[in-house]
């Protein structure tokens, strides 16, 4: 059991984006409550995964790479933390979408 205190409690989560398998999220969505500015979706390594992580795009690469940081969620728990990613969640593995400072609207995300 996680002794994380999510932002949003369990009888909380409302059926947003149901049945869409399981994602990666960072804690700085799930406890600190920042919204989902960046979202990737690579294959599916089984079939419950749908894929999809999420970023608040504040997390530099050492709080990534340390996992106390990242939790695998149904992929609608996070759409009731940021219910901006739905339209997004049928996008093909691949996709990568993200919200540019100043916008609460997401679009494709430009290769570094």
Do not use: H
Request: glycine content about 8%; charged content about 25%; proline content about 7%.
């Amino acid at each position: 059991m996680s002794n994380k205190s999510f932002k949003i409690p369990a009888e909380n989560i409302k059926p947003l984006a149901p049945g869409r398998g399981a994602c990666v999220a960072t804690d700085m969505i799930t406890v600190q409550g920042l919204p989902v500015r960046f979202m990737y979706r690579e294959a599916p390594r089984d079939a419950n995964d749908s894929g999809w992580a999420f970023f608040s795009g504040e997390e530099t690469d050492d709080y990534v790479d340390d996992a106390k940081n990242l939790g695998v969620y149904d992929v609608n728990t996070i759409a009731n933390y940021d219910p901006s990613i739905v339209d997004f969640l049928d996008a093909p593995v691949g996709s990568a979408f993200e919200k540019p400072a100043g916008s609460k609207k997401f679009v494709i995300a430009e290769e570094d």
